[in-house]
């Protein structure tokens, strides 16, 4: 493979697309993503109205850049993961740990980065959901291969049922449970323990595969 240097209007280009997320992002956190405006973000990354719009269709396209941003950093650390020693449950509960330590810093964001990226889940150009989904099916077939875990299982299947517990320990986060249940105090803790609740269904049964 040829690796090709980008040219000086892609620089220029990814370079203004950054000073207008890094300046939403500045101002989401100050007064909060409904109160702020494009006008806002367009002032304060001193770009013109149309120049954001060439890069966002609209501002909670900036939220899925974000999601963008982050799967991308999960993306670069797998390589290194899969080779390390550690035992694939433990891989798992890195994996979605870092997901879900990326909301705490700003709960407010979150909320609104959480619904935006629901929101494009399912949509036939999503790439995002079929890249975590190729990231974590990477560590179930290693620890499927050292016996760690349980042979007869679907790795698509398996990586949705741990996906959904992620999600909905997130929601829960975010938003309050329903039905009156006790909040969530600590997300890693409380995301640790129903992962675990589902990866003992993946360990091998005494005498089966």
Request: proline letters at 4%.
């Amino acid at each position: 493979m040829t690796f090709t240097e980008p040219s000086r209007r892609e620089r220029k280009k990814d370079e203004t697309r950054r000073r207008i997320f890094d300046a939403a992002i500045a101002l989401f956190r100050e007064h909060g993503f409904e109160q702020t405006t494009v006008d806002d973000i367009t002032e304060k990354a001193d770009v013109g109205r149309g120049t954001f719009f060439n890069y966002f269709p609209r501002k909670e396209a900036l939220l899925a850049y974000l999601s963008a941003e982050r799967l991308a950093e999960v993306e670069e650390n797998a390589a290194e993961l899969l080779a390390s020693a550690e035992p694939a449950r433990e891989k798992l509960h890195h994996l979605y740990r870092q997901a879900a330590m990326a909301h705490e810093p700003d709960r407010e964001l979150a909320r609104f980065v959480f619904v935006e990226t629901m929101k494009r889940a399912f949509e036939p150009t999503q790439g995002a959901s079929a890249r975590w989904q190729t990231v974590i099916c990477s560590v179930l077939a290693q620890g499927r291969e050292r016996g760690e875990l349980r042979r007869d299982l679907d790795d698509v299947r398996v990586e949705a049922v741990l996906s959904g517990v992620y999600i909905v320990t997130i929601y829960e986060w975010l938003f309050g449970p329903d039905g009156g249940c006790t909040p969530i105090a600590d997300l890693a803790s409380e995301l640790r323990a129903r992962l675990d609740l589902a990866i003992d269904g993946l360990v091998p049964r005494k005498g089966g595969r």
